[in-house]
């Protein structure tokens, strides 16, 4: 993160002051509760589409636009940008979406060109055209990222700008040009979107009829291919942070370089990027490293290695670790729980149930579950009673026995949550009623 505010809640918030309408976010099926609580924080309201598997972004932002279209009756524009981005001028940024707007109303597909500020090598490049008007150009090519030398030839001809992945283009337009360059994404898409069901606060992409859908990305599947792609210059303080060497550019640093987020101690120790969220970390005598500590796991890399982890992390899927995809901290509709501790036959659980949410009435075949409640007030249904447990109170819940949790109070509720028995997977829940938020 670059400030208090998740990249996601920044992307929303740089929004503001803008002519816009409710956003449509587009996210995997395991991070939906945790970019729903973080609309929540910034009191934000999205349709959400839960993309079941990965296939780029082509195939990601006709969902978008085919959304789009069924919730409005007068053709929008779609403004698309990834959530990993860092902006340091708004206004600069926002005249920018303004400027692309007018272009894509005029029926082109516009991508944001940003000024370049070195010769990157890790950037794909746009060539700009022949002049629109005043504010935007032609798109004579799409370039792939370069070496250093050709980078350098970019930097110094003034015609080249960084590719920065962010679009403009009414929803029915690119719909139809995506239709003429890659039938084949945009015919399943439509039956995709056909099919999909509301899920709550979500709405669900059926599974095996999009993993039918070929993966490419929105660059090659149209804007390379169309007659009507512009480009709107941007030099707005842009960063797309996709590693730990571009976030640390973000960062301020002490007098050794050294950019440090949560309880960390060092001693003559120069230009380390350290991250702690749990515990203390401490180092001596180090350079150039990032360490990186949260619950699931700890990572420490070499700065020139930030590509690397990459790898790293595909290995770890490969080999069918849990850290991976799995994380301690587990958001739901009602709040969330963290993992504490578990053991072959126990599991603790840190639970918060958001004021007057409950979970789901419940029962388990192979654990029982003790509570005890920290902080707030808790109304429990076990079996045929109801009763209310309150802060250093505890109550039991016997294997088999039907319960519910609920919050009743104006603050979070809080409790430990005791796991025993001989199966302690989440799949051992049977749920009687959904969930109340």
């Known amino acids: ?122 950037y794909g490049y746009i060539k700009a055209g022949a002049s629109r008007s005043q504010v935007a150009h032609d798109v004579e090519e799409f370039v792939e990222k370069p070496d250093a030398s050709t980078a350098e030839t970019f930097l110094a001809s003034g015609d080249y700008y960084w590719n920065s992945g962010m679009f403009a283009f009414q929803a029915e337009r690119f719909l139809a040009e995506l239709g003429v360059h890659r039938e084949d994404i945009l015919t399943v898409c439509q039956q995709a979107m056909d099919e999909a069901t509301v899920d709550l606060d979500f709405i669900r992409i059926p599974a095996e009829r999009f993993a039918a859908c070929p993966s490419d990305s929105i660059d090659y599947a149209v804007m390379e291919k169309t007659r009507h792609a512009s480009m709107v210059p941007m030099d707005a303080g842009w960063s797309d942070v996709g590693n ?13 370089g050294n950019d440090c987020h949560g309880d960390v101690w060092l001693e003559t120790s120069e230009n380390n990027s350290i991250y702690a969220t749990q515990r203390l970390v401490a180092g001596v005598g180090i350079k150039d490293l990032i360490i990186v500590e949260t619950d699931d796991a700890v990572l420490v890399a070499h700065q020139s290695e930030s590509e690397s982890i990459k790898v790293l992390v595909n290995r770890l899927k490969q080999a069918g670790r849990s850290e991976s995809d799995l994380h301690k901290e587990v ?36 654990r029982a579950e003790h509570w005890v409640v920290v902080s707030g007030t808790a109304q429990v249904v076990r079996g045929t009673e109801t009763f209310m447990v309150t802060e250093n109170e505890s109550t039991y819940i016997p294997c088999g026995e039907i319960h519910r949790l609920h919050n009743p109070g104006c603050i979070d509720l809080e409790l430990i949550e005791v796991q025993s028995g001989s199966y302690l997977g989440e799949d051992d829940i049977v749920r009687i009623e959904t969930c109340q938020s």
């Open 1 to 122: 993160m670059t400030s208090d505010f998740s990249m996601l809640q920044e992307t929303l918030l740089r929004l503001k002051g803008l002519d816009t309408l409710e956003p449509i976010l587009i996210c995997n099926d395991e991070h939906r509760f945790m970019a729903a609580e973080q609309l929540r924080e910034i009191d934000i309201r999205a349709q959400i589409l839960l993309e079941p598997v990965g296939r780029n972004t082509a195939p990601a932002i006709a969902l978008a636009a085919l959304q789009a279209e069924k919730t409005y009756a007068e053709p929008v524009v779609l403004l698309v940008l990834a959530a990993d981005h860092a902006i340091q001028n708004l206004e600069v940024f926002q005249q920018a979406v303004r400027n692309a707007a007018e272009e894509a109303a005029a029926g082109q597909l516009v991508t944001f060109g940003i000024v370049p500020t070195y010769a990157a090598t890790g």
């Open 331 to 366: 958001f739901r509709p009602w709040g969330k729980y963290v993992s504490l501790v578990e053991g072959s036959r126990f599991q603790v659980k840190r639970i918060t149930v958001k004021p007057g949410a409950s979970l789901s009435l419940q029962k388990h075949y192979h």
């Open 244 to 256: 730990w060497s571009a976030l640390r550019e973000l960062k301020s640093k002490d007098a050794q």
